[in-house]
């Protein structure tokens, strides 16, 4: 098979990376290091649970104080991390 445009493997592993199947993924890989970069190192040292369903994300906080500040930030923090994702992997945000 004779190609018009070659490609470099970059390129190819570049658009692969760029699918929506793909790249939700990946961002959902990335979930608990994007949430440690959003809240910090404390917090995230606070956070005993992040589960990802149905594009909610459930996080489960130890602290009290904590979790009641993170319950008014939700949908900061949701924008936030499809923000950071580049994808819209998250559309609601229960804190526990």
């Known amino acids: 098979m004779k190609r018009s445009q070659t490609l470099s493997v ?4 570049d658009e692969f990376f760029h699918r929506p199947y793909v790249a939700a993924r990946v961002a959902e890989g990335r979930l608990p290091d994007t949430w440690r970069e959003i809240v910090g190192p404390q917090a ?10 149905n594009r909610i994300l459930h996080v489960r906080i130890r ?3 904590l979790r009641s500040e993170l319950f008014y ?3 900061a923090l ?3 991390i499809n923000r950071r994702s580049g994808i ?3 559309n609601a945000v229960i804190i526990r």
């Open 10 to 13: 970059g390129q190819l592993l």
């Open 44 to 53: 995230a040292a606070e956070t005993t649970e992040l589960r990802l369903t």
């Open 63 to 65: 602290s009290g104080i």
């Open 73 to 75: 930030q939700r949908e």
């Open 78 to 80: 949701c924008a936030e």
């Open 88 to 90: 819209r992997i998250v």
